[in-house]
């Protein structure tokens, strides 16, 4: 079995040969022993799950991992309890750093430029973290991933003591940024314990003051916005702090949920961490409204961009949940001589699609594989966005959210997730199928006290894309399955299970991955133009950022489909593919091939990265 593996996992151009294979490969998927199958690589044993067509997602073992993030009951909508919870939260993860916090500075010290800096951050914010010290917590935390991410702009982290590092100080700053708000209103976070901890306070005091860094350093640190979450840090009497400070919680969030999707292990996963992210989504979530709400109120024209459809939890209309199924007016006409292949999947077995397609960096479209013969819910269950917010702790889950396309980029935020489907997705399908006066009518008469309507409007283009959602609600899992195509190569650590879900319009700027790539689109049309790595030479690609590591990107300057021809001249002499995906289509795109995407109707896509 280990020899058909390492056919699977080289990168050298070695034909399958399917004699030796008969027995490992039916003619559809690649059937392998029940147990899993572990080889070994030069730098450290690699446990593969076994291919199996149908397996779903939330049995697989790329998942395990965040499963094991979020504990059951937290995942209940529940705010009664929230300072207990909160006080526990800062118990446990005082009690985990007390104890791995010192070893994992001791192997960050061994590493150059940044690990010195990035020891010492770590033990000060332990440090302060166990004497309650709020501001000194924060702004160490900031000192410990400021050092992480220096260290990334040179190469990878040397060893896995940069992402425990990583993990602490995330805790840090999450548990530092809740317990700041529980006293400001009056709450007091849990007392130091003196008979176990016996801290000198007035060498923390020195501690302290030692390492509040001038506003210049603190720039240099993390960037201006930690300026303006320090000062908040230490204006403790403040009733509320800014809304700066809880949009920086809301981007740590973030990074915590997906440092998390890169663990290979469960066991990794420190046990307080899942609990620190729903605590600070909620805080952020209650404190963003407010804020919206008050001024709202106070100004009610501040910001018309967010003046959409946004119905009443009560008044719902199923319709409008649903993707299009249809191509709008005016969609491209994909030419016969440049469209991508298009192969059902029944007839394309795994070592075909190695050979064929995989070895010779040749895209292709998979048809028929995304059925629930496979482990995949039906395309109509894909179309009904209304299961993205089935109850209200979904809703209130954050997620990062880009607005505007390439080329017209306005900023990017993280909102809710209800936010997101109902101000922006919902006027999406909404002006793709142009309702009748007579609908609109039916759907305004309803009897709505809080004077809220749908309103056919202009879509403002939004894009929640490259998203660890799967990871952040487990159960959505359960709805597809880890395709045979990825050849057994999904892990946690090389690869990704992204979520790329936007208006129509949105536009993902041509650009390449060092990944092998399947394209998995459930709802929606997109266009897809594809470049062969040897057309680069034509593509005006923009300077790789961190191109010292393993997961680099590289972008293009042409806006693909309104190129300047006068800026950039030789874009006119490169060759492309292109396609269509509809609901259920697959395309598989090699390591390295440039793609341009634009969505034409609303969209739901599905990624699979691997190496």
Known sequence: MSDVWALFDSDEPVELNSAKLCKHFSSSALRLDEDVVVASS??????????????IASEHPFFAPTRALWPAHELVDDSSNMNMRVRAFVESLTVDASERAGIIAERLRGCQPEGQVAAEALIRAQTACGARDWPLTLLSAVHCMSAHSRQLDIGDWPNY??????FFALGFYIGARLSINMMRNGETVIEQNTSENTINKS?????????????????????????????????????QGSLSDYQQLTRVVIEALNMATLVPDPSMVPTWLGTGILLAEKLCVKVKSWKETLNAALKPNRNPEHCLVKPHKGLRHKSAYIVPNTLPHGSPQICPT?????????????????????????????????SRAHGWAGLEQWRDLSLLVANRAMEAR?????????GDRKGADIISLGNFVDEYLVPSNTEHIPFSGAAWNTLNSRDNAHGQHFQPCCTHVAYMSQHALFHQFPDLQKMFSIPSYTLGRLRPDTGAVNVWIGTKNTITALHRDPYMNILAQTAGYKYVRLYSADQTKFLYAEPALRDG??????????????????????????????????????????????????????SFSINFWWK
């Open 338 to 370: 440049r469209a991508v292949n298009r192969q059902p999947s029944c007839s394309l077995s795994v070592p075909d699609f190695f050979n064929l397609f995989v070895m010779r960096d040749v895209p292709v479209v998979i048809t028929g594989q995304m």
């Open 161 to 166: 003591s940069w992402q425990l590092s990583h």
């Open 203 to 239: 060498a923390i005091d020195n501690n302290r003051r030692a390492h509040i860094p001038t506003a210049e350093a603190m720039n240099k640190a993390y960037g201006k916005c930690e300026t303006v979450c320090y000062a908040a840090a230490v204006r403790l009497s403040q009733p």
């Open 549 to 602: 590591n393993g997961n680099t990107f590289e972008r293009s300057l042409v806006a693909v489909e309104a190129p300047d021809f006068e800026l950039f001249p030789l874009f006119a002499h490169a060759k492309f593919a292109e396609t269509l995906l509809g609901p259920g289509d697959m395309l598989f795109i090699p390591k390295g091939t440039w793609h341009h995407v634009r969505s034409l109707t609303t």
């Open 42 to 55: 030069t730098s450290r044993e690699r446990v593969y799950a076994r291919l199996d067509a149908g397996k």
């Open 398 to 406: 954050l997620v990062p959210v880009e607005f505007g396309g390439f």
